[in-house]
C-alpha cells in the first residue's frame, strides 16, 4: 500500500529538521527514526509509561500521542537537547546523576524532560507537588526515591546557578 | 503498536475541516489532543479511514468565562482550562475536576471538548458537564446546533455527534450565589481512571439551609450518573443535613457493573461514601462564599 506521505519541518533542539512521514507516524517515531535521535524512549506506546516525553513549544507532552504530521512548524526538546553548551550536564541531569535517580535508564529521558519543565514553571516545589509532577512517568528500577530526592536536588542546584 | 494506516487531513479554517468531515461521513474522525484516540490507534482499536487534525483550525481555542458560566474551545487543552483564573473563579469545579483528570502530561495536550465527546463514563469532564446542565456545540456544514447534556451522552463511549459533526465548544453554566461544589474519587492508581467518583454542587438559601444538592457519579453506569439529593438532604441548615440519606439515595440510583478493577458491590459503597464527602465539602464551600 502507498501511504501519502507529508512533508514536515520540526525544530529539533534548535536544530531545523525536515522529514517526508506517513500522517499516522508518531512523533516518536520520526524522532527515533526519520531524525535519528534514539534518547527519546519508546515503552508502552499508549500513554501510560511517559518514557518518550518531549517538549513541544516548551510543554511536555508523550510523543507516543503526537502525530509528527501535528507538530509540523512546532520546536521540539529531546532529553539530547538538555545539556548545557558544550555538554555540561543541566542541573536536573546533574541531580539525577548525583542521586542515583536511575538505574537501567530506560525511563530517564521521559523524566528528565518533565522534570525540566516542571521545575521551570514551579522553581521550588513542595514534597507533594513534586510527587505529582513524576507520577505520569513509569519507573520499574529505583522506586521513586531518589527520582523524588533528584528532583529537589535539581531545585537546588538551579537556585545555585540563578544565585 | 503503530497506528493504522488512514488519511490524514489538516484543514487551516472551520470551513474546510466541516467540509472534509461532510465528505468522509461516518469514516471520519476528528483528532484536537490525541490522547484518547491516538491511544485507540495504537492499540488498533480504532480504525478511521479519515483523521481530520483540527490543530491548525483558528479561533478554537477560547476559554470565555464570565457571571453566566466558561464557554470552552474545542482546542483548549485540560492544563489550559485548569490555569485559567477567570473559569476557576467563574466556575471552580472545572479545576477541581481537572486535576484529577489523567497526569500533567496528558493534560498538556488532550482537550476538556474531547473529553465530553469521548463520552468515557469514567471519565470527570462528562459528570461535570452533566452535573451543571451544560451542552456542547455542534458545528457541520449544515449549520450548528447545541445540544444539552441530558442528550449529548447516549451510551458508553457514545454522544449524540451525527457523522460530519465537529464538536465546536462546550458550555458549563455558573452556579447560583451561595454554591459550592467538590469532586472526590478513588483510582487504584493516581491517575488512572476512579473505580468510583462523585462531583457535587450545593447550593444554600438565605438561610443557608440546603435549597438545592445534586451529584454526577463516574464509573457507575453507561453514562454518567446525575442524581438530585435536594429532597433527601431536606431543607436544613447544611451543618446538620442528612448527608447519610443523600448517599443512601445515591446508592439506590446508581447502576455499577463488576470487572477486573472491582465489584459492583464495591463501587456502589464507594459511590455512597465519596457522595457524603463531596456533598459536605460543597456545603462547606457555599457557606464559605457567604463568608
Known amino acids: 500500500m502507498n501511504e501519502t506521505r507529508h512533508r514536515v519541518t520540526l525544530t529539533v533542539n534548535g536544530v531545523l529538521h525536515e522529514a517526508e512521514v506517513p500522517g499516522r507516524r508518531l512523533l516518536s517515531d520520526c524522532l527515533r527514526h526519520d531524525l535519528g535521535l534514539t534518547g527519546t524512549h519508546v515503552g508502552c506506546e499508549h500513554g501510560v509509561c511517559g518514557a518518550c516525553t518531549v ?109 | 503498536m503503530k497506528p493504522p494506516p488512514f488519511d490524514y487531513h489538516g484543514p487551516a479554517t472551520l470551513g474546510e475541516a466541516l467540509d472534509v468531515l461532510a465528505e468522509a461521513g461516518p469514516d471520519g474522525k476528528v483528532l484536537a489532543g490525541g490522547q484518547s484516540l491516538i491511544p485507540l490507534l495504537n492499540m488498533r482499536l480504532a480504525a478511521p479511514a479519515h483523521i481530520v487534525d483540527v490543530n491548525r483550525v483558528p479561533g478554537l481555542d477560547g476559554i470565555e468565562a ?12 485540560h492544563a489550559a482550562v485548569e490555569r485559567s483564573p477567570e473559569a476557576a ?52 456544514r449544515g449549520g450548528e446546533r447545541e445540544v444539552p447534556a441530558a442528550e449529548f451522552f447516549t451510551g458508553p463511549m457514545e454522544s449524540a455527534l451525527r457523522p460530519g459533526e465537529l464538536a465546536v465548544s462546550a458550555f458549563f453554566p455558573a452556579l447560583p450565589a451561595r454554591s459550592g461544589t467538590a469532586f472526590h474519587e478513588v483510582a487504584r492508581r493516581h491517575g488512572d481512571y476512579a473505580v468510583a467518583g462523585v462531583a457535587a454542587a450545593v447550593t444554600l438559601d438565605e438561610d443557608l439551609r440546603v435549597a438545592a444538592a445534586r451529584v454526577a457519579c463516574v464509573s457507575v453506569g453507561p453514562v454518567p450518573v446525575v442524581v438530585d439529593v435536594t429532597a433527601a438532604c431536606g431543607p436544613r441548615p447544611a451543618a446538620s443535613a442528612d448527608w447519610e440519606a443523600a448517599a443512601a439515595a445515591v446508592r439506590d440510583r446508581v447502576e455499577p457493573e463488576g470487572d477486573i478493577h472491582a465489584t459492583a458491590d464495591y463501587r456502589r459503597h464507594l459511590t455512597g461514601v465519596l457522595a457524603v464527602r463531596a456533598l459536605r465539602d460543597a456545603a462547606a464551600a457555599a457557606h464559605g462564599e457567604e463568608a
Not at chain 1, 146 to 153: D, F, S
Open chain 2, 89 to 140: 473563579a467563574a466556575l471552580p469545579l472545572l479545576r477541581q475536576a481537572l486535576r484529577l483528570v489523567a497526569h500533567p502530561v496528558i493534560r498538556n495536550r488532550g482537550t476538556v471538548v474531547g473529553s465530553l465527546v469521548h463520552a468515557d463514563p469514567s471519565a470527570e469532564m462528562p459528570a461535570v458537564l452533566a452535573l451543571l446542565g451544560g451542552s456542547v456545540r455542534l458545528a457541520s
Open chain 1, 55 to 163: 517538549l513541544l513549544d516548551g510543554e511536555p507532552v508523550r510523543s507516543c500521542l503526537t502525530f509528527a504530521v501535528t507538530a509540523d512548524g512546532h520546536e521540539i526538546t529531546t532529553v539530547e537537547g538538555l545539556a548545557r553548551g558544550g555538554g555540561e550536564p543541566s542541573p536536573v541531569q546533574r541531580a539525577f546523576t548525583e542521586c542515583h535517580a536511575l538505574q537501567c535508564g530506560f525511563c530517564t529521558p521521559g523524566f528528565l524532560c518533565t522534570v525540566t519543565a516542571f521545575l521551570r514553571d514551579n522553581p521550588a516545589p513542595s514534597e507533594e507537588e513534586a510527587l505529582e509532577a513524576v507520577a505520569g512517568n513509569l519507573c520499574r528500577c529505583t522506586g521513586y526515591q531518589n527520582i523524588l530526592k533528584a528532583v529537589h536536588r535539581a531545585a537546588e542546584l538551579q537556585a545555585e546557578e540563578d544565585r
Open chain 2, 66 to 77: 464570565g457571571p453566566p458560566g466558561v464557554r470552552v474551545g474545542a482546542l483548549a487543552r
